[in-house]
């Protein structure tokens, strides 16, 4: 019998005396009682997170990459434009709603295009982000090349700087890579991207590193080529390489055949060799790892990331697919995300995609509730963007208030799918729109039914500590509280940027 704070003495055949009179009984049975509240009860499945379904994305949900940071999970995806956008909330289902803002954008005319599969890794402090860009005006898509930005600080949303291009003198044509990701391994960095070499099909490519934004070698090497009939659907590719570590091992599961497909794909390689660099050292499971699900209305799953819930007990994937075998490549494609597990062999096991819709228990470790609204608040006057007296009809002004909860000082954000959003009061369901479609200083913002144009549309641009400029896609002018006013009532206008604290303002989620 296990000893536990010296019970088995009261249990071992010479100690059976003590249990003779109904006395000895109870002061052993309170004694058991008590010593069991002092032992560390045996370790159970932890607890889901929050409830959420499938997509976590609805727009621009192509390359997805996931992190939880300090309380928060922070998506970002494709844009194929010039500017990246970025996701923030405390819990998994939060993000199907969180508002998307603009953590960067490049006038840079060599790569201010088409901006593919960023992510972000974290070094030193501070998170890189790397994504692929192309030309302005170039067609699609010879001119991609991976970039990568460095933040100011520990904050995922930056700011950014530009800090280099990373390609290959040996990569095809003229340096073009795609899909980069960070691989470590023996406290080294290595860039792992989808190119060709020497006329090779798309394959994946590696090249070691000096640090988080320079290559030590301008050469790369092919570590893994489509030649298995999986990865050949449609056209040839091996592409989205993704690290994944576990128990001392190193995978790295990579995206298979053309996304213009249904039967786009996972594959996974593992490192069984000590020289990542050496094509030697991986070896290729001969079958997918995670493919379309007719049954489930899944089709083309693929170009995956990983991360852990909050309370690092659970390995999650998120992953962009279609809902319809035509879906293809473009902006159809949204994010998933579910939990995976591992097989006895130590190899992962990611099951197959859920279908949309599907309610599922969300991370373990979520304690936040799923935000449904924000409130926006001036960082100058501390007070709440406030439709006045919660009136509903067309042409009701917008100021600034003492938070005080109310629903009309709550706004849903919502993402059209054009790196903007529109701005809807809970009160009301109307939206924030700007005076008769004026460009001018001084024209004023008020709420108006939903017109469906740039007037009424705003693009939400990261300005660091945890602030935004709300900026409207008609005028390219900003909401600003009038004079830097703090008093109840004070008009909120439209005005030309001044990078002032009464131009800024901070999404706080609400319920």
Not at 217 to 231: A, D, G, K, M
Not at 338 to 347: H, I, L, P, S
Not at 405 to 434: F, H, P
Not at 459 to 484: E, P, Q, W
Request: charged share 15%.
């Amino acid at each position: 019998m296990r000893t536990v704070f010296g019970i088995s003495n009261l249990l071992s055949p010479e100690g059976t005396h003590v249990f003779r009179t109904r006395h000895w009984f109870v002061l052993g049975a309170a004694l058991l009682a008590l010593l069991a509240s002092l032992v560390p009860a045996q370790s159970v499945a932890a607890a889901g997170g929050r409830p959420y379904t499938n997509p976590v994305k609805a727009q621009k949900g192509a390359d997805p990459w996931l992190e939880y940071y300090n309380g928060n999970y922070y998506l970002v995806t494709t844009s194929f434009t010039n500017e990246l956008t970025m996701r923030k909330s405390p819990t998994l289902a939060g993000l199907a709603t969180a508002p998307s803002v603009q953590i960067w954008s490049d006038t840079t005319s060599g790569r201010n295009a088409n901006f593919w599969a960023p992510e972000i890794h974290f070094f030193n402090g501070k998170w890189y982000l790397y994504y692929s860009g192309a030309q302005s005006g170039a067609a699609c898509c010879d001119t991609q090349r991976t970039h990568v930005l460095e933040s100011a600080g520990a904050d995922p949303m930056g700011p950014y700087t530009y800090k280099n291009s990373l390609t290959g003198s040996n990569l095809n044509p003229g340096g073009w890579l795609i899909d980069a990701s960070v691989l470590q391994y023996n406290s080294k960095l290595y860039l792992v991207g989808s190119g060709s070499i020497n006329g090779s099909t798309q394959s994946l490519v590696i090249a070691p590193m000096s640090n988080p934004y320079t290559l030590s070698s301008s050469s790369f090497t092919v570590i893994s080529s489509p030649t298995l009939s999986w990865e050949t659907s449609g056209a040839p590719v091996n592409e989205g390489p993704e690290p994944l570590y576990h128990d001392g091992r190193t995978f790295l599961t990579f995206s298979a055949s053309y996304c213009q497909t249904a039967d786009y794909k996972l594959g996974q390689l593992e490192l069984t060799g000590g020289d990542p660099l050496s094509p030697a050292s991986w070896t290729k499971k001969q079958n997918p790892v995670f493919q379309r699900d007719d049954a489930a209305g899944v089709y083309g799953p693929g170009h995956n990331g990983f991360f852990t819930s909050p309370d690092g007990t659970e390995n999650w994937i998120v992953y962009h697919a279609n809902s319809s075998a035509s879906g293809g490549c473009g902006n159809g494609r949204t994010t998933r995300a579910q939990k995976f597990t591992w097989n006895a062999d130590g190899t992962p096991n990611f099951g197959t995609p859920v279908a949309t819709g599907t309610t599922l228990a969300g991370p373990s470790g979520e304690t936040a509730a799923t935000p449904t609204a924000y409130t926006i608040v001036n960082r100058n006057s501390g007070k709440c963007l406030d439709v006045e007296g919660g009136n509903t009809a067309d042409g009701t002004d917008i100021f600034q208030w003492t938070c005080g909860g109310g629903a009309n000082q709550k706004w849903r954000i919502e993402d059209q799918g054009t790196d903007t959003s529109r701005l809807v009061n809970v009160a009301t369901g109307k939206v924030m729109d700007t005076a008769d479609c004026s460009t001018a200083d001084g024209a004023d913002l008020r709420q108006w039914s939903w017109l469906n144009n740039n007037c009424q549309r705003f693009r939400l641009v990261h300005t660091g500590s945890d602030y935004v400029r709300i900026t409207n896609a008609n005028s390219g002018k900003v909401a600003d509280v009038a004079d830097c006013g703090t008093g109840d009532g004070t008009d909120v206008r439209q005005w030309t940027w001044l990078d002032n604290a009464c131009q800024q303002w901070q999404l706080k989620p609400t319920v």
